[in-house]
């Protein structure tokens, strides 16, 4: 851990190859995110020290022909970090810098802001591909951070996420579009300025009348393209308002249409170092709000979902040492770590 100027703590993981969640890492990190409370960091941004990968989530190691005992101390340690993080009252943000499968995902939906690295890198829950239900608690942070449909399309498909998928929505690219109308096209005379509307009434106008001179309807296109060009970003945004209600309407998925994104990441940047300064950048919109008051609302809001796991701890750490003792899911986890072993040794 570091802490800057500013009093905000940068929580490295680092444990090579890939970050796997193991006994030791989940101890440290609970000892950590005590540490950051008892400092009274001004917040923390979680990141990694490896270069391509934010972390691996779970350590199989730990879950196949697993010891009894430590089996048990590894879930219930895993739960703590989960409440620390996920109930942290200061504020926490992820720099994600490399892939997030699985528990690194779990790990950023935690945190309040995500800020992941442009580039072939993934996020997501990924546990029924691999033959794995994962507990109520890891589904809450998913869907706590993004649509309750999306999120149960997501986890019942396993999917992971490219970057651009997991962005938030974003209609700039309606205003992009716009941009491409330019500037006017036709020479000849222009008009004296007028508002649009009194531009546009005219247009229509003088082109119902069947009898219009050319240099008029010159100067009435070039007006409608002025009005078009002045007022491009209003016209797109709403229609873009118009059509997203009308699919949603129509119940068509906008998301195939590649207008709506997910929001499972906030923003992108091009290097961790710029991940860590727009995850600072989040953190210090809170210097003018009271501590206090923004924790205890930030608690209240993920009360209900800490709540669950706190009054169900024991049946959930049971539901999870009788479906990791199956035979059938020690197979599965046999087959996934030899099918990862043959693709590291490629
Ligand atoms: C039964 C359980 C019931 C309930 C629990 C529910 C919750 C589960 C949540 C989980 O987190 S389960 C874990 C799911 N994790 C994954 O599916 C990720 C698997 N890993 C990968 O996809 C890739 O490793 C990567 C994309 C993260 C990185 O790729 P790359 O940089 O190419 O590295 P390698 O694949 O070559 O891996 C290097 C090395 O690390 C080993 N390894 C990778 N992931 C894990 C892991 N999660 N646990 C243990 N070991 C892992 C991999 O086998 C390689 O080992 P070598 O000895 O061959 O070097």
Redesign the pocket.
């Known amino acids: 851990m570091a802490v800057d100027n500013d009093g905000i703590a940068v929580v490295t993981l680092q444990r090579p ?2 970050n ?3 006994l030791d890492l989940l101890q440290a990190m609970n000892n950590t995110f005590d540490d950051v409370a008892k400092n009274k960091s001004k917040g923390m941004i979680l990141t990694s020290a ?1 270069p ?2 934010f ?9 196949y022909k697993p010891d009894p005992k430590r089996l048990e101390t590894f ?1 219930v340690t ?1 739960q703590d970090m989960w409440l620390k993080l996920f109930g942290a009252s200061f504020p926490t943000a992820a720099a994600i810098n ?9 790990i950023a939906t935690s945190c309040e802001y995500r800020v992941m690295l442009s580039g072939k ?2 996020i997501g ?3 029924t ?7 109520t608690w ?1 589904q809450d942070s998913l869907r706590h951070t993004i649509p309750t449909r999306q999120a149960e399309i997501a986890l019942t498909t396993g999917k992971m996420f490219t970057v651009d998928e997991a962005l938030k929505w974003r209609t700039n690219r309606g205003a992009e579009g716009a941009a491409r109308l330019g500037p006017p096209v036709l020479e000849g005379p222009q008009m004296p300025p007028r508002s649009p509307d009194q531009i546009l009434n005219k247009t229509l106008k003088m082109c119902l009348s069947p009898k219009m001179a050319l240099d008029t309807g010159i100067i009435k296109l070039n007006a409608l393209n002025e009005y078009l060009v002045t007022e491009r970003t209003t016209i797109v945004d709403n229609a873009i308002t118009f059509g997203i209600k009308k699919c949603n309407d129509m119940d068509i998925n906008i998301q195939k249409r590649g207008r709506r994104k997910v929001g499972l990441i906030d923003e992108t940047a091009a290097d961790k170092a710029e991940a860590i300064e727009k995850c600072k950048k989040f953190i210090k919109r809170f210097d003018k709000i009271p501590s206090l008051a923004r924790g205890m609302t930030k608690q209240i809001f993920r009360q209900e979902v800490l709540q669950k796991l706190l009054t169900n701890r024991q049946a959930d750490t049971k539901q ?1 040492l009788d ?2 003792n ?1 035979p059938k ?1 020690q197979q ?2 046999e087959l ?2 030899a099918m ?6 490629k």
């Open positions: 190859p890939v796997s969640l193991n490896s391509t990968v972390s691996a989530g779970l350590d199989i190691m730990e879950m879930w895993l490399g892939h997030a499968p699985a528990g690194g995902c779990l890198f993934t829950l990924n546990e591909a691999l033959g794995i239900v994962p507990p890891i999870f479906l990791v199956q899911i599965s986890l996934y770590l990862l072993k043959q693709k590291s040794q």
